[in-house]
C-alpha cells in the first residue's frame, strides 16, 4: 500500500514538473499567430480601439448628465453662527437713547429645498435624445473603428507574407548562386572554366547577398508595425502562419455586398446620427421662444439660544411653495440667431454626407479596378512561373554539359526570378485591394 502511495506521489510530482516546464515555454516561447488570431488579438488590445471604447463610456455618462435636468434638484443646507458681536439698534425714550441687541451668541438654520422642472418647451426630452443618439454616434465610431484596425492588421499581415517569401526566393537565388560558383571554382581549379567565369560567379553571390540582407530587415520592421498594431510588447518573439495565395471574389458577390455598403459603414452611420441631433438642436434652440415652468418647495429651521438648549421659544419652522412662470419676451433676437446657427449646420451636414458618400464610391472603385487589374496579372502569370522554371532547369542542364555558357544561365535564372517576383506581387495587390475593399463596403 505504501509502495502505491510513493508512485502516486511520484506521478503528481511529476506532473506538476512538466506543467510548470511547459507553462515557463509558452510565457517565454514565440507566438505564433494566424490572421484571424491577430485581427482578434487586435480588437482586444489596439490602442485607437481602446480610445474609442473610453469615448463611448464618456458618451454613456453624458447621458445620464442630461438626464439628470429632468430629475428634481433636492437639497439640505446647514448654517451654524457664532455671533462673536451681536448686532444692536438704538430707541430713545424721554430723551434718552438706549442699545438693544439682536440675536442671541449662537445661531442655527437648516434649509431643505425641492426643485423641479415642469415644463422648458420640450427641451428637456430633446435633450436626453440627443444624448442617446451621441451615446449611438459614438458605438458606429467604435465599429468604423474595429473596421480600419482590422484592415491595417490584414494590409500588415499581407506585407508580412510577401516579405516572407521574397526572402525565400532571394535566399534560394543566393544559394543557387553560391553552389554555381562553388562549381565554377572546381571547374577552374581544374582548367575547365576561365577566370572571366570565376569573377562573373563570384560578383553573382556578392549582388544577391544584400537582397536577403535588406529582406530580412524589411521584415523584422514589418513585424514590429504589427506588434504596435496589435498592442503588444515589441520585444515578444513573434512568428506568422498563413501562405500568400489569391481567394478571388466573383463580380456577383461584390455587387450583393455593396447594396449595404452605407448601413455598414460606421462612419457613415455615425455622421448620419450626428445629422440627427443637429436637427434636435434646432428644436432645443426653439425653446427659448416658449415658457418655462418650476416648482419650488422650501422647509426652513431657525434657532437662537445662548445655551445650545433650543426650545419652543427659541426655535421657529416655515415652510414654502412656488410656481415659477417664465414668459419670453423679448431675447435682443439671441434665439432667433441660434435656431438659424443650428439650421445652418443642419445645412452644412448634409453636404458632408453626400461628401462622405462621394468618397465612399470612390474607394469602392479604386479597389475594384486594382483587384481587376491584379487578377488579370495573376492570369497573365500563371504559367509563367513554370515556363521559366523549365528554362532555368534546361539552361543549368545545357550548362552543366558544356553546351550552354554561363550568361545564358544568368539570364534564365533572372527570368526565373522575375516571374516569381510578379506573380508574387500581384497576388499581393489582388489580396490588399481586396481588404481594401472590404473596408470601403463595411465588412
Known sequence: MSKIKSTIKTFIFCSVFFISIKADAGQTGVTVLSLNEAIEISMQNNRDILI??????????????????????????????????????????????????????????????VDQLLYSGGQTGTAIRIARIYSESFSEVISQTEKNVKLQVKQQFLSLLLGKELLKINNRTLEQAQSHFNQINILFGEGAASEFDLLRAEVRVANSRPKVISAENDLLLNMDVLKNILGMPLDREMEITGTLSPLFISVSELNQVEENTYMNRGDYRSLELTRESIAGRV?????????????????????????????????????????????????????????????????????????????????????????????????????????????????????????????ELFDAQVALEMAQLNTLQSVFDYEFAKAQWENAVGR
Open 52 to 113: 474609442a471604447r473610453q469615448e463611448l463610456k464618456k458618451a454613456e455618462q453624458q447621458i445620464r448628465e442630461v438626464r439628470a435636468v429632468a430629475l428634481p434638484k433636492i437639497t439640505l443646507h446647514n448654517f451654524y453662527t457664532r455671533n462673536l458681536q451681536k448686532p444692536a439698534f438704538f430707541l430713545a425714550f424721554d430723551g434718552d437713547v438706549q442699545k438693544i441687541e439682536i440675536g442671541t451668541d449662537n445661531s442655527i438654520q437648516s434649509l431643505f429645498t
Open 283 to 407: 428644436k432645443i434652440e426653439s425653446s427659448g421662444w416658449f415658457p418655462e415652468l418650476n416648482f419650488n418647495y422650501s422647509f426652513q429651521f431657525q434657532g437662537q439660544s445662548n445655551t445650545f438648549r433650543f426650545g419652543s421659544t427659541a426655535r421657529v419652522n416655515s415652510q414654502s411653495a412656488t410656481i415659477d412662470l417664465r414668459i419670453p419676451i423679448f431675447d435682443g433676437f439671441q434665439t432667433s440667431a441660434r435656431v438659424q446657427q443650428a439650421k445652418i449646420e443642419e445645412k452644412q451636414m448634409d453636404f458632408q454626407l453626400l461628401k462622405l458618400r462621394e468618397s465612399i464610391e470612390i474607394q469602392i472603385r479604386k479597389s475594384r479596378n486594382r483587384m481587376n487589374d491584379a487578377r488579370q496579372r495573376i492570369d497573365a502569370l500563371s504559367k509563367a512561373v513554370e515556363q521559366a522554371q523549365k528554362a532555368f532547369n534546361i539552361a543549368q542542364v545545357r550548362f552543366d554539359s558544356g553546351q550552354g555558357i554561363q550568361l
